[in-house]
Each structure stands twice: as structure tokens, then as C-alpha cells.
């Protein structure tokens, strides 16, 4: 196999931003600040292009859908723009595209395009428990919140960071807080939750898969479940990667939605 945060999910196909390469040494706790921490899981996990092959299995109250998308992500002087086009049966054709803060939909059976906006940021994405506003958020968790590290402590056999992170002034993030679990080694968010400004669980997020990519170590499978929705949740998983890909010109755009 060849591959902000919310989740791997919407990085991977709608965010794009300079990679950096991160030490393979764990650190003890205490040397780093959650800042310092929060730096290298941004600079981790941000890629500068990618085409990625992925699925999405939506349960629902007993019920299973499959999704298979391939994606296109790239930066451009900071902006991150990304193309994803659904491949299983009943979604073939439909297109997401995203350029900056802006979202499209494309369905070619009605041969319609959608401005995705308003009330309609915060509905579950093809009926998945990851919502438009989740794709939407690209820019760096360092930008947006301020950070506190609280504990180290062990989840799944590794030690992790457990980082709360506040909603910084003059910012409004689509979650006012969260709480974010980071390997010590491999700065890779291995749980996340997410909170609004009353501190209610909004969401949370497990990643159940991580793998190396030329030094670095990326989730390839999580999964996102949405605590106001009763019995559902959403996996996303990577099939295929390639790292560094040459996007043929033009084809993130409006044009090849049209």
C-alpha cells in the first residue's frame, strides 16, 4: 500500500500542507510543552499532494454501507484544495470538491452542482458521522486552539500525551474544545474527543490502525462516532496511497465537476 485533525479522513482528502520529518525517539514527559507536542502531530500528518484510495463504512442502527472514493489533495501557497469522486455502485459519480473555505457537491444524476453551506456544514457527510464542517477545517490545530497538557498515560498497549485544547481568541473552530491523545513515539493522534463550549461530547475518534511512510507514521484506519446520533458510527479506512503525486493540471476545479 502506498498515504489537521480532526480525523485522517478529512486530511487525507480534502487537506494538503508541508510535511516535516519527525524524530523516532519517544519523548519523556515533561520535555516537550503541548504546544511543542501539537507541532509535530500537525507536521506529521499535513502532506503536500496525495491521490488515495479509501472506503467508508457507515453503520447505522443495524444497518451497513459501503462507500469507496478515490481522492486528490494538494497545497498551494497555504490553501488546501481537494477533489473526491465516489466509485461503489449506488454514489458513482458524485464529486466533493474543495477549494480553500469553499465546498461543492456534485451529484451527475439530476447533473447538479451544490454550494455547500449554512445549517448544511453541520449534517453528516453521505450520511457518515463526519460532518462538512469536519472537512472543512483544514488549518492547523496550532492555529486555532491553545493547548494543556495534562497526563501521559496508556491507552492500547502506548503510552500517549493526553492534551485538552481550548478554542483560541479570536478563532471559532467548529468544536470549542477537545481532548486528544498523542503516541509519545510516533506522534500519532491515537483518540480524540471533541466538545462544545458547554463541554458536552459532541464526538469521538479512535484510530484503530497506524502505518509507517517513509519515516513517518500515519493512522490508515479510524473511527468516528457521533455521540448525538443514537447506534451509529463510521469507519474510514485507506486502501492505497501515493505520496508526492503529481496532480494533472486543472483537475481540482470547478471545471471538472461541470
Do not use: C
Amino acid at each position: 500500500m502506498n498515504v489537521k485533525l480532526k480525523s485522517l479522513f478529512m486530511k487525507l482528502i480534502f487537506s494538503a500542507l508541508l510535511p516535516a520529518a519527525v524524530g523516532g525517539a519517544a519523548a519523556e514527559a515533561g520535555e516537550l510543552s503541548a504546544e511543542e507536542i501539537m507541532n509535530r502531530v500537525d507536521d506529521n500528518q499535513h502532506l503536500v499532494s496525495a491521490r488515495v484510495e479509501s472506503e467508508m463504512i457507515i453503520e447505522d442502527r443495524g444497518r451497513e454501507i459501503k462507500k469507496e472514493m478515490k481522492s486528490y489533495i494538494r497545497t498551494d501557497n497555504g490553501r488546501s484544495d481537494g477533489l473526491s469522486e465516489f466509485l461503489n455502485p449506488r454514489d458513482r459519480g458524485t464529486k466533493y470538491l474543495k477549494l480553500g473555505d469553499d465546498m461543492w457537491m456534485y451529484f451527475p444524476d439530476a447533473e447538479d452542482l451544490v454550494h455547500i453551506s449554512g445549517h448544511m456544514l453541520r449534517q453528516g457527510m453521505m450520511g457518515s458521522d463526519f460532518s462538512y464542517e469536519d472537512i472543512l477545517e483544514s488549518d492547523k490545530l496550532t492555529e486555532l486552539y491553545t493547548f494543556e497538557l495534562e497526563k501521559t498515560e496508556i491507552l492500547d498497549d502506548r503510552e500517549t500525551y493526553v492534551i485538552y485544547a481550548t478554542a483560541a481568541k479570536q478563532q471559532e473552530p467548529s468544536y470549542k474544545m477537545r481532548r486528544i491523545w498523542v503516541d509519545t513515539e510516533r506522534f500519532v493522534v491515537l483518540k480524540e474527543q471533541y466538545f462544545s463550549a458547554a463541554e458536552r461530547l459532541l464526538k469521538e475518534l479512535i484510530t484503530k490502525r497506524v502505518e509507517e511512510f517513509n519515516g513517518r507514521w500515519l493512522p490508515v484506519e479510524q473511527v468516528m462516532n457521533d455521540k448525538l446520533r443514537d447506534d451509529t458510527r463510521t469507519t474510514f479506512r485507506i486502501k492505497d496511497i501515493q505520496l508526492d503525486y503529481n496532480i494533472p493540471e486543472g483537475l481540482i476545479s470547478l471545471d471538472t465537476l461541470q
